[in-house]
C-alpha cells in the first residue's frame, strides 16, 4: 500500500488507487468531470490536472496511479492556469444559458467556473449549434450546446446498463452524442444519465421546468416500488415531492436506481383521499371519527364470534405493522391476519425485483413466516364463504388482477362491518363503511427491511395531506377511544418497541 503526501498530507491507499480518490480520503476535492467511481477512465475532460512528482507533466489525477513517495499538489499557479484553460475551452460553444437551464443551482460547470475562472470570454466569434431540447428517449431529453463531451453518459450504457444505446458522432468542436440510427436511450435505467451528467446537458421529461432546484429540499428516504428498497434523496416544496433521485449506498443500489421507481413519487401526489368518511357522514373530525370508528369494531368483533380480520400490508413499515400486531390482538379480539400487497412484476439481474412491495421481510420479522400462508387469496375465500363478519383493511393493494379486485369488492358485501384505513382510495374507498386516510411513506417515519434483510429507515419528508395521519397514529386513536391503549404513545416509543421485539425474536 503506497505512502504518499498530497497538498502536505500523507496518505496511505491500496495499490492502485488513482490521485483523485487517494485526495479525497484526504479531504481534499479536485475537480473533475469525466471522472465518476463505478466507471472507467478515460481521462478526456482533463478537469482534474495536478503536479505529481511522479509524472513528466501535469497529471490526470483520475488515471494516475498514486506511487510510493509520490508528491502531488493540487493548488499550484501551473495547476490553477489548467483548470482556467480547460474551463475556457469548454466554454468557447456553451450557450451560458444559466436563467434557464434546469441544471443551475447543481451544475459543476457553474460552481467551477465561479470557484476556479470567473473571467468574461476572450472569444467573440459565432458558437457553434448543435442540437436543441432533443428528445432520445421516452424519458430524457438532450441539449447538445451544453454538453461537455465528457461521456460518462455512454460509459453508463456500455458499463452499467450494457444497452449501448449512445455514441458520438462529427469530430473535433463539433462532436456531439446521439444515439445509434434507428434506437433510442429507453432501457429501464435511463434517468440515470441525467444524475451522471455535471452540465444541463440531459434532463428527464419528468422535471423539466417544474421547480427550480435552489427550492427544493431533501429527504433521505425509499423508493417504495419494489423489495430492492433503493435509497433515494426525496426532493420536494411547498408540502408537494417533485422528484425521487438515487442516494449513495453500495449495500443496497449504489448510485443507481430505476426508471420506474424515480417515477414512483407521482403516487404519492395523485389520487389520493385525505377525508374520513363515516357511514356516508361528511366533515367528521378525528376525535368522532376515533370513537364511532371504537363503537362499530367493539360491537361487530362481540357478534362475530371470532369471524374477524385484519388485512396488513408489505407497503407498510416495521412500526406500522407491529402498531397492527398489537391492535389485531387487543381491539380485535385476536382477529385472524393476512397479508396483501401490490402483485408480483418483472426483474432484472442489477436492481429489479419482482416483489413490487418494499417490505416483506419486514412483515416476516414483526408476524413471523407463518404470516406468509394468509395470504389475500386465502383471506378472499374465507369472505367468499361467509366466514368474516368484520374486517380491517390497512392499505387496499392486492395482489389479484382485474377479476380478483371484483370478486374482492363484491365479497365485501357480504362482510358486516369493513374499515378501510389508506391513503388512496383504490376503487375499495366505497365499499367500506368506514374510510380513515393515513399517510403514505412520504409523510411518516417508518423502517423497512428488503429482500436481503438489510433494515433501512425513511423519514417522513412532508406534512400529511388533509385528514390523514400516520398508520399507527390511526391505530393508537381508536384503541384508546375503546379504552384499549396500544402499548406505545409516540412514535420513538413504538420504534424502542420494534427494536426489543425483532431484537428478542
Not at 295 to 313: C, R
Not at 343 to 369: M, W, Y
Request: aromatic content about 6%; glycine content about 6%; proline content about 5%.
Amino acid at each position: 500500500m503506497p505512502t504518499l503526501t498530497i497538498n502536505g498530507k500523507q496518505v496511505t491507499v491500496p495499490a492502485g488507487t488513482p490521485i483523485i480518490r487517494a485526495a479525497a480520503q484526504a479531504g481534499v476535492n479536485i475537480p473533475h468531470f469525466c471522472y465518476h467511481p463505478t466507471l472507467s477512465t478515460p481521462g478526456n475532460c482533463r478537469m482534474c490536472l495536478v503536479e505529481a512528482s511522479d509524472a513528466r507533466g501535469l497529471a490526470a489525477s483520475c488515471y494516475h496511479k498514486c506511487t510510493e513517495g509520490a508528491v502531488v499538489n493540487t493548488e499550484t499557479a501551473r495547476v490553477k492556469a489548467a483548470r482556467q484553460a480547460v474551463l475556457e475551452f469548454i466554454l468557447v460553444n456553451h450557450p451560458v444559458d444559466c436563467p434557464i437551464c434546469d441544471q443551475a443551482g447543481e451544475c459543476k460547470l457553474q460552481d467551477y467556473y465561479m470557484t476556479h475562472d470567473h473571467k468574461p470570454s476572450r472569444v467573440s466569434t459565432t458558437k457553434n449549434s448543435k442540437s436543441k431540447a432533443k428528445p432520445i428517449g421516452p424519458h430524457v431529453v438532450f441539449d447538445g450546446e451544453r454538453c461537455i463531451l465528457c461521456t460518462r453518459c455512454i460509459r453508463f450504457c456500455d458499463e452499467i446498463t450494457g444497452t449501448s444505446e449512445l455514441t458520438t458522432e462529427q469530430r473535433g468542436d463539433h462532436t456531439e452524442i446521439t444515439t445509434f440510427p434507428g434506437r433510442e436511450l429507453d432501457n429501464a435505467y435511463s434517468m440515470c444519465v441525467t444524475d451522471l451528467c455535471p452540465v444541463g446537458a440531459l434532463t428527464t421529461r419528468d422535471f423539466r421546468f417544474k421547480t427550480r432546484v435552489w427550492m427544493l429540499a431533501s429527504t433521505d428516504s425509499l423508493c417504495t416500488g419494489c423489495s430492492r428498497g433503493c435509497n433515494i434523496h426525496m426532493e420536494h416544496h411547498q408540502g408537494e415531492v417533485k422528484r425521487y433521485r438515487p442516494r449513495l449506498n453500495p449495500e443496497v443500489n449504489e448510485y443507481w436506481m430505476c426508471d420506474e421507481g424515480r417515477l414512483s413519487y407521482q403516487h404519492h401526489n395523485l389520487g389520493r383521499t385525505t377525508a374520513i368518511r363515516l357511514r356516508d357522514q361528511r366533515e367528521v373530525q378525528w376525535p368522532r371519527a376515533a370513537r364511532q370508528t371504537a363503537e362499530a369494531l367493539t360491537a361487530a368483533v362481540a357478534k362475530a364470534n371470532g369471524q374477524v380480520a385484519m388485512l396488513t400490508s408489505p407497503q407498510l413499515s416495521c412500526e406500522s405493522l407491529l402498531a397492527a400486531r398489537e391492535f389485531a390482538a387487543t381491539v380485535l379480539g385476536n382477529a385472524t391476519v393476512y397479508v396483501g400487497g401490490n402483485p408480483s412484476g418483472g426483474n432484472d439481474a442489477f436492481l429489479i425485483t419482482s416483489d413490487k412491495n418494499p417490505n416483506r421481510a419486514g412483515v416476516v420479522q414483526v408476524f413471523g413466516p407463518a404470516i406468509l400462508a394468509n395470504t389475500a387469496y386465502k383471506l378472499l375465500e374465507e369472505m367468499e364463504q361467509g366466514r368474516v363478519q368484520a374486517l380491517y383493511l390497512m392499505r387496499g393493494e392486492l395482489p389479484f388482477d382485474a377479476a380478483g379486485r371484483a370478486r374482492f369488492s363484491a365479497a365485501l358485501s357480504r362482510v358486516a362491518l369493513v374499515v378501510y384505513q389508506g391513503p388512496h382510495g383504490l376503487d375499495l374507498e366505497e365499499r367500506a363503511h368506514i374510510f380513515l386516510p393515513s399517510a403514505t411513506h412520504a409523510e411518516q417515519d417508518g423502517t423497512y427491511v428488503n429482500e436481503t434483510g438489510y433494515a433501512q429507515a425513511a423519514y417522513a419528508a412532508v406534512p400529511a395531506m388533509g385528514q390523514a395521519l400516520a398508520d399507527w397514529d390511526v391505530l393508537s386513536r381508536i384503541a384508546r377511544a375503546a379504552e384499549m391503549p396500544l402499548s406505545f404513545d409516540s412514535f420513538d416509543a413504538l420504534h424502542a418497541t420494534l427494536a426489543a421485539t425483532i431484537a428478542a425474536e
